[in-house]
């Protein structure tokens, strides 16, 4: 009877340090994989910790502050083609090249969202979606930039220093994996401050939120273009790690998946959309012995889950627990 | 030397219906007004104009000799008009805790909440007897309650003055006399002034100093609630039967 009837200081302390347990295993096992496995899984893996970075900043303007949008995969592939470019053609050395990339898709996701974020709802989402195919047409058909479908071969990976080098495997993935962790850090912070408060209020109820004297033009915009700006880091992550890139890796499929992603995991909870880019990533990968077939299953697959828990794997995971509804 | 709160020729239309016509009146410091008329009368387009949700088609509200009408809801909020919803949506995701803590964040940023905030907090779930509830999600919540939350979030921001929009409609009479006397405390203890629209004629009644009567957009009477409640013109608008209130 004693241990049912847990103060609530408790428990909190009790989920914590649960939680923390789990946070340390998972980073332990993801920090000793390369030298464990093949190359094969550590490329997985990579894939698997770019898009955590994806549908983590893409839970951001999403599951945090609401609208909907179809077009991260853009947001992504800005970075990457605008980090590769200034590598290839401009001639900056990657460590230049990786902030810029990011500082500029975040100043194109603010342009994009002043005025596109004045339309609600559905209206801004379809937006997104013609967007997202904009960008990927333009990179298509930029032949003289982006070397159009030939796609851009030997971008330089990033410079070594202190002795370390990136041009073995095993290193650029701790780069990478390395980058993750501070992604989702930043993101797990910016969510639980009051800034998250107040991203959430605008979900919630924008009309209200205004009420109490949030801007909500002006926060929406920035979650938008911050979480646009992440996505852009990870682009040039991408672009520097395989060293090319061809426009379809950023056509509407990667946008979708983003989403599909995040809602496997669960919006709005940080944590969910990143498992479930993780499990999203192992599947697509486990079906790549049947490709044309993996979308349908895929497709069947995520309405079930829609069906069986709306909310996604963590809506899942508190309903086991019994705990708040 | 202009009053509180001006509002002058006050008019909104939605393509040809004019919903506020050419209205003026003004608010002291310290008072408690009532807006009072029968449904489609004008009473929350003239709130939703106060508040910067509307745009008035003619005429100005002044705000402590500052021109206010045009100016974005947030922006009012910053200047210390709070206000509630007819129909309370409350961030249903949140706890009752940090709901009333958004409202003072959204006043005075800061990454992590300062003790004085949180404290406030405190103050204010006491002050609206939301504190038993203070862990629990917002959505789980009765409408009642829901509308009590978002007043409680409006005190939080340290208004001046609070547009309360039918916050008392569907409680019991228990439920109403409670609220009667947090408001007056609110008003009396805080120095809050409050502009109640409001159908429960008996909540009204007691609560205001003065009441302001719309029909189809237009002042029909205005006055301390027992003249209002006697005036022949309110009677056959709105009230429909001779009575006396108050």
Redo the contacts between chains.
């Keep these: 009877m004693t241990d049912t009837v847990l103060t609530?200081k408790q428990r909190q302390k009790r989920t914590r340090t649960r939680n923390l347990i789990i946070i340390a295993v998972v980073l332990a096992l993801l920090a000793i994989l390369p030298q464990v496995t093949s190359d094969y899984i550590t490329y997985v893996a990579v894939l698997a910790i770019i898009y955590a970075i994806l549908t983590g900043s893409y839970d951001l303007t999403t599951g945090y502050t609401g609208p909907l949008t179809f077009c991260h995969g853009a947001f992504y592939g800005i970075g990457a083609y605008a980090s590769a470019l200034l590598t290839l053609k401009a001639g900056f050395p990657f460590w230049v090249a990786f902030p810029l990339s990011g500082i500029m898709v975040f100043i194109f996701a603010a342009i994009i969202g002043y005025p596109g974020l004045r339309l609600q709802g559905h209206y801004f989402a379809v937006t997104t979606f013609f967007f997202g195919h904009f960008i990927y047409l333009v990179i298509l058909n930029s032949v003289s930039l982006t070397n159009g479908p030939m796609g851009l071969r030997n971008i330089p990976p990033p410079e070594g220093f202190l002795g370390i080098t990136f041009t073995s495997l095993n290193s650029s993935y701790y780069l990478i994996f390395i980058f993750g962790v501070i992604a989702v850090a930043f993101l797990y912070f910016l969510v639980n401050?009051?800034?998250g408060?107040?991203l959430?209020?605008i979900?919630?109820?924008e009309?209200?939120?205004?009420?109490?004297?949030?801007?909500?033009a002006l926060y929406k915009v920035l979650a938008f273009s911050i979480g646009a700006g992440i996505a852009g880091l990870a682009g040039s992550l991408f672009a520097h790690f395989f060293r090319l890139l061809h426009p379809t890796t950023f056509a509407w499929m990667t946008s979708e998946m983003v989403v599909i992603m995040a809602l496997v995991g669960g919006l709005?909870t940080l944590i969910g959309p990143i498992i479930g880019a993780g499990i999203v990533t192992l599947i697509l990968e486990l079906m790549r012995f049947a490709p044309e077939f993996r979308f349908i299953i895929w497709s069947v697959a995520l309405i079930a889950v829609l069906i069986i828990e709306p909310r996604g794997l963590m809506g899942l995971v508190r309903r086991i627990q019994g705990g708040?509804? | 030397m202009s009053a509180f709160l001006e509002v002058k020729n006050l008019r909104k239309e939605f393509g040809g219906v004019v919903a506020v016509d050419d209205n003026t009146f003004s608010v002291q410091q310290g008072e408690r007004l009532g807006i009072i008329g029968p449904n489609g009368a004008g009473k929350t387009t003239t709130f939703n104009m106060i508040a910067g949700y509307f745009k008035p088609t003619a005429g100005t509200i002044e705000y402590e000799g500052r021109k206010i009408s045009g100016l974005k809801p947030h922006k009012i909020s910053q200047m210390g008009i709070g206000r509630t919803f007819q129909i309370a949506r409350a961030f249903g995701e949140m706890t009752v805790y940090d709901h009333v803590l958004t409202g003072l964040l959204a006043h005075h940023l800061h990454l992590r909440p300062t003790a004085e905030q949180h404290e406030r907090v405190e103050y204010i779930l006491e002050l609206t007897k939301l504190a038993a509830f203070r862990d629990n999600l917002v959505k789980n919540l009765t409408i009642a309650s829901q509308r009590r939350i978002v007043l409680a979030t409006a005190l939080g921001t340290g208004p001046k003055l609070l547009l309360l929009d039918e916050l008392m409609a569907g409680l019991t009479f228990v439920e109403i006399d409670e609220t009667l006397e947090e408001l007056r405390s609110i008003n009396e203890k805080m120095g809050i002034t409050l502009i109640v629209v409001e159908h429960v004629m008996k909540a009204i009644m007691q609560l205001c100093q003065r009441i302001i009567v719309l029909n189809y957009g237009k002042i029909i009477a205005q006055g301390t609630p027992k003249e209002v409640a006697n005036d022949k013109t309110v009677i056959e608008a709105y009230l429909g039967e001779e009575e006396t209130y108050a």
């Design positions: 609530k401050s009051g800034i408060k107040i959430i209020s979900r919630e109820n009309e209200l939120s205004q009420a109490i004297g949030v801007n909500t709005g708040k509804k």
